[in-house]
């Protein structure tokens, strides 16, 4: 019997000594003293209200809900312990339970106000819960986020609206954020199904499928009932089967059929951006190799809408500009491009296209003609031919003021065109991209003299097409009729 009181006399010591640095805020000393109190008298209930109240200091509202559920087992009446539990409850998030302990602690004392807070805390959080959930079904994800964090204030051991919150994160492209929750409460739950779910959604969302899958499988082992987790496992798998299908089709020349399957591909999962930039891109080649080169740029743009820093997107975009000949659009691209990456690569490529646009900017001799770049000397002087007479001035006397300098311009423009065109070391000039200004040609060209030489040569002394007629080239007047 002395054995026995000696006992409960130290473990009431260690409990004063525990009381003791817990005024100190000395937790962690306070939380050792109580437990030993316990070893010594676990038939005590107030022994596990203090280090309930310890672990509550401590953030360990779990600890603490368990050994104050264990005081109210001993000492059912014990007021403490249902205010400790209401509070507890009430960090953990769980509504029903700070609702139990709330009303079991008016039972025994009807009158006490002392869990006033915490009745309209509880009013509040659950009002809190309700609007996140009506806010995730309308995937209003933005506003759920506002209503799980001030639930958060209220219930900061809650895990179920921490996970809410990552998930909101995740589908508002918060990938790290988002990925830092999930883990953490995996390092303390790693059986909870909800948490592996929403890393497994971090994963899926971050171009990274087949773990992601392999998350969503996981969740299911734990919780075969996990609608969101056999959703988005059977989203992943078509995902990830189209993708590889549209690659090998890609591979093996069938670009129809990877077109139909990447297009397939991108209706699956609009929100998974990173993958989706990869299909467009993807579809892009696929495009470009049938000859659909807008369709092809369009794929491009909508590659590098989803991620602007997509560089194999924007110099295939470049390139197919560059082969419609829109220049100036090239220039843009590569220019952006070079900003990333300034490779020898780039740089010629941008050198390339700003040539080809300075080019492209020069009056076209090939088009005022009307013929191919890769035509004869034949076919240019007959194109001279043709047109010479349909623009000659002559054959527009009675034209009006204005259609007459069109028709002059246009003739002149046909001397210009031909002089260049008809010589071989000018023509390979202009071929090669040399300023025509530099060349300082068209100030000495006179269209009418070129006409005379082209039609009436043996006036100059030289061969040509044979023109219909002669005479003296400084009283020359040509009428059409």
């Known amino acids: 019997m002395e054995e026995v009181v000696a006992i409960e006399r130290l473990a009431e010591e260690k409990k004063n000594s525990g009381n003791d640095e817990y005024k100190l805020k000395r937790y962690e000393a306070a939380l050792h003293l109580y437990s030993e109190a316990i070893h010594l008298s676990p038939g005590t209930a107030a022994y596990y209200g203090n280090r309930s109240a310890c672990y509550m200091m401590l953030g360990d509202y779990r600890s603490a809900l368990n050994d104050v559920k264990t005081a109210i087992t001993i000492d059912e009446k014990y007021e403490k312990g249902y205010v400790r539990m209401a509070k507890c409850s009430l960090m953990l998030g769980d509504v029903i339970g700070t609702e139990q302990a709330i009303r079991k602690f008016l039972t025994l004392d009807p009158s006490n106000t002392a869990l ?6 509880l009013k509040q ?5 309700e609007k996140a959930a009506a806010c995730y079904d309308k995937k209003d994800y933005r506003t759920c986020l506002y209503h799980c ?3 958060i204030k209220i219930a900061p051991g809650s ?12 589908m508002l492209e918060r990938f790290e954020e988002a990925c830092n929750i999930a883990i953490s409460i995996m390092q303390t739950h790693s059986t909870n199904a909800d948490a592996i779910y929403v890393r497994g959604l971090t994963l899926y969302y971050s171009d990274n499928l087949e773990k992601g899958l392999l998350h969503f499988e996981r969740a299911l082992m734990l919780d075969p009932d996990h609608k969101k987790a056999k959703a988005m496992r059977q989203k992943a798998k078509q995902l990830k089967e189209k993708k590889e299908s549209g690659n090998e089709l ?5 670009y129809r059929d990877a077109l139909a399957t990447y297009t397939e591909a991108l209706e699956l999962d609009p929100q998974n951006k990173d993958i989706n930039s990869k299909l467009y891109y993807n579809r892009a080649l696929v495009n470009s190799k049938l000859g659909n080169l807008r369709e092809a740029i369009a794929d491009c743009s909508s590659a590098l809408a989803l991620n602007e820093k997509y560089m194999k997107a924007l110099l295939q975009r470049a390139k197919l500009y560059y082969n419609m000949e829109n220049y100036e659009e090239a220039v843009k691209d590569y220019e952006k491009a070079l900003k990333s990456d300034r490779s020898p690569e780039v740089k010629n490529l941008l050198r390339d296209a700003k040539f080809q646009l300075k080019k492209s900017k020069r009056k076209d001799y090939y088009k005022i003609l009307g013929v191919t770049k890769q035509a004869s000397e ?8 043709k047109r ?3 623009h000659h001035p002559d054959r527009h006397a009675n034209a009006t003021d204005e259609e007459k300098k069109e028709q002059e311009r246009k003739f002149k423009e046909l001397g210009e065109a031909y002089t260049i065109l008809s010589d071989p070391v000018k023509k390979s000039r202009y071929d090669s991209g040399q300023d025509l200004e530099e060349m300082n040609h068209s100030a000495d060209i006179d269209p009418q003299q070129i006409y005379r030489q082209f039609f009436f040569p043996s006036d100059y002394g030289f061969g040509g097409f044979q023109g219909g007629g002669g005479g003296n080239s400084s009283n020359f007047s040509f009428h059409f009729g």
């Open 116 to 121: 006033r807070e915490e009745i309209a805390s």
């Open 125 to 129: 959080l659950r009002d809190l819960n």
């Open 149 to 151: 964090d001030n639930a």
């Open 159 to 170: 895990i179920q609206n921490k996970l809410l919150k990552a998930e909101c994160l995740a």
């Open 250 to 254: 890609w591979k093996s020349g069938k």
């Open 378 to 385: 034949d076919e240019i002087k007959k194109a001279y031919r």
């Open 388 to 390: 010479a007479l349909v």
